[in-house]
């Protein structure tokens, strides 16, 4: 049964949805009843769930985790995110946004040339992301370093995360990724153009 959490932390409801162990999708609101909606709205149709006001000890480790990265820190948890059902150019691009490290940003054409495909078939991709936050898609910008689009509260709010990412990095650099060179840039590129 698939067990559904939202939780209140600080003034923002953080949604939840796990099928032993697994993430089935995660968001934040600042309202607990959208919140719940979207969760609501992206489990599968045909599984049984149950809406829980107490946090297993795992479901209690996953909210942290997304409070923290909320909040601008480093997390090194890894969850298992169930991703199975997702096409595979889908899974590409959301194991590359993955890689993109805390205090950086990427484009959305540097991810197609990582991965394959065109940059609009990795926006189409994003726009389907399950698991905000955690696939962190407001790490991912226009090619001229502007915001772009974001889905999960729109562009006030990314320029929120990447204010709290800022780590004083001041060069890009290259990660490998599904095969192919992934370059990053500091945040730092994207929030000066909105000091």
């Known amino acids: 049964m698939i067990e559904v959490y939202v939780q209140n932390l600080d003034g923002t409801f953080f949604g939840l949805a796990l099928n032993n162990q697994e993430i089935i999708t995660t968001t934040f609101c600042k309202d607990q009843k959208t919140t719940l909606n979207y969760i609501l709205s992206n489990i599968p149709f045909e599984e049984p769930f149950e809406v829980l006001s107490e946090p297993t000890l795992h479901a209690k480790k996953v909210l942290k985790m997304l409070k923290d990265i909320y909040d601008g820190k480093d997390t090194t948890d890894n969850f298992?995110?169930?991703?199975?059902?997702l096409p595979v150019y889908s899974k590409k691009v959301l194991k590359a946004t993955l890689a993109i490290p805390t205090g950086y940003v990427?484009?959305?054409?540097?991810?197609?040339?990582?991965v394959g495909g065109g940059a609009r078939a990795v926006g189409n991709a994003m726009a389907c992301n399950l698991f905000p936050i955690i696939v962190p898609c407001h790490r991912v910008v226009k090619s001229d370093l502007g915001?772009?689009?974001y889905g999960a509260g729109g562009l006030g709010i990314k320029l929120e995360f990447l204010m709290r990412e800022k780590r004083g990095f001041t060069e890009p650099k290259d990660i490998h990724v599904e095969g192919g060179c992934l370059t990053v840039f500091p945040v730092e590129y994207v929030t000066n153009k909105y000091a």
């Open 147 to 149: 915001l772009g689009g």
């Open 80 to 85: 298992n995110l169930a991703t199975k059902h």
């Open 106 to 114: 990427t484009t959305y054409g540097a991810i197609a040339k990582a």
